[in-house]
Structure formats: structure tokens, C-alpha cells
């Protein structure tokens, strides 16, 4: 399955999920946040996944007891951050307007109360997560392609993905991505309210 291929039915009961350019835009500026998804699922969601990101040499990693970032500063294990108040958090999305009117209004409830708001990172942001250095990703309108890749890394990392009310998001939708689940509940609940 993949945005530019469509969906082909195999026999193993597995499926290799392909996005080969994630965040085109940031692709067509010239800014390193976009990237390369592949993921492999069962009927359950992603079993392994990679966000690749070629222009800066970086290949996140993640599924099957590993989690690991390869890149110009060599590898190391990825671990998310541990729990914060969302009054510390870093929290990221790839679009200021976050999908529809309501959806806007959610994200933005959580983001008056966290420490850091970024937009513009596309995959990256979920990569982020994975190795530590953020603590939030929301993001609505995404598609199987989009998250299946990074979900993989980021659990394997020690981090949650959900969609906004707090179920599996394997196929997409709106998307919760966080560091831990102390700051996903909070995040949870707010965008929720």
C-alpha cells in the first residue's frame, strides 16, 4: 500500500506500507523534514518501521525488540522523553490550521498550554519523538501511509500513538502522538474538552 500506489492484495498477511516522499512540500522548498516512510503490518497495524531522511543521512528505526537512529553522528538506541507537565512540553504539527474548524480549536487548546508550539515538520516531528527531543505530535487528515512508519518507530521507542480518543490509529485520521503516556492523557483530555 502506498500514496502513490494504491493498495495490491498479497497472501502472507503481511503488507509493506510505502510513503517514498512524506511532507512534499517541505520536499519541494528544499527543507530537510521531509522523508522516506516504510512499514510492515499484520492486520493489527505496523510490526516495524523506518522514517528515512536522505538529505540529512538519518534512518529511524523501529519494531521488533530494536529501536535506533543510523546517521552522521553514528548509531544510537532512541528512547522518548520521560513525563513532563504539557507546561514543559514541546509539541509539533505539520500545519498551523490542524484539519477542520473543530479540529483546529482542539490542537489549539492543547497548544496554549504547552511550553513550544512548531509547525512545517512533516515526518520528522515523529522522529523527534522517538529520539527524545520532543514531546507531542498532533495531526489530523493523515492516511495509513502517513503514520504507519513512525507509530512502529515511536512505540518501539517507548512512545504512544493513538488517534484523538485514544484507540489504535494504524489506518490514520487524527493522530496523537506522544512522548509517554502521562503527557498523552493530558494531551488526551484536552483535546477532548
Known amino acids: 500500500m502506498g500514496e502513490e500506489y494504491g493498495h495490491k492484495a498479497g497472501q502472507s498477511g503481511l503488507t509493506w506500507v510505502l510513503d517514498p516522499i512524506d511532507g512534499t512540500r517541505s520536499y519541494l522548498a528544499g527543507t530537510p523534514t521531509w522523508g522516506v516512510l516504510i512499514a510492515v503490518s499484520d492486520a493489527n497495524g505496523p510490526l516495524y518501521g523506518i522514517i528515512d531522511q536522505p538529505y540529512i543521512g538519518e534512518r529511524f528505526e523501529g519494531g521488533f525488540g530494536r529501536a535506533e537512529v543510523n546517521g ?12 513532563r507537565a504539557l507546561s514543559e512540553a514541546i509539541l509539533m504539527t505539520t500545519f498551523p490550521e490542524v484539519g477542520t474548524n473543530d479540529e483546529g480549536a482542539a490542537f489549539r ?20 519523538i522517538a529520539a527524545g527531543q520532543i514531546d507531542l505530535v498532533i495531526e489530523a487528515g493523515l492516511q495509513a501511509y502517513d503514520v504507519q512508519g513512525p507509530i512502529a518507530v515511536i512505540e518501539a521507542a517507548g512512545g504512544i500513538v493513538t488517534d ?17 503516556a502521562t503527557i498523552h492523557a493530558e494531551a488526551l483530555a484536552l483535546l477532548n474538552a
Not at 552522521?72 to 513525563?83: N, Q, S
Open 109 to 128: 487548546r492543547v497548544a496554549a498550554k504547552a511550553k513550544l508550539v512548531r509547525y512545517g515538520t512533516d515526518c520528522y516531528a515523529y522522529a523527534l
Open 164 to 180: 484523538w480518543q485514544g484507540n489504535p490509529a494504524p489506518q490514520g485520521g487524527q493522530i496523537l502522538a506522544a512522548a509517554n
Open 72 to 83: 552522521p553522528m553514528g548509531r544510537t538506541v532512541l528512547k522518548t522523553r520521560a513525563p
